[in-house]
């Protein structure tokens, strides 16, 4: 079984900046690629960023400019740096691992923004 584990979470204003951690227990290498997603109470669950094994990141148009995602494949670890924090961004933060045929999710951590 793979665990992710995620840390970073917690209580910062609008404007502030935060650095989301995520550790899985196994290697990267082989994983299609790794993301961070966040759901809002009362909202679905929603891409927020995500970095192939090659590479190439995809960001939701919300966080565009704003959130920087990156992986070490040798402390297999993908990070989220968020900036410029909005009200908005308060959600839980999950990481997700994706191989070919089996994914894998944290169990969030809480990122709350005060205005």
């Known amino acids: 079984q793979v665990h992710l584990v995620e840390s970073g979470g917690g209580l910062v204003q609008a404007g502030g900046s935060l650095r989301l951690s995520c550790a899985a227990s196994?290697?990267?290498?082989?994983?299609?690629?790794m993301g961070w997603y966040r759901q809002a109470p009362g909202k679905q669950r929603e891409l927020v960023a995500v970095i192939t094994s090659g590479g190439i990141t995809n960001y939701a148009d919300s966080v565009k400019g704003r959130f920087t995602i990156s992986r070490d494949d040798a402390k297999s670890a993908v990070y989220l740096q968020m900036s410029s924090l909005k009200p908005e961004d308060t959600a839980v933060y999950y990481c997700?691992?994706?191989?070919?045929?089996?994914?894998?999710w944290g169990q969030g951590t809480q990122v709350t923004v005060s205005s």
């Open positions: 997700h691992l994706e191989y070919i045929v089996e994914s894998y």
């Open positions: 196994t290697s990267i290498l082989s994983a299609k690629g």
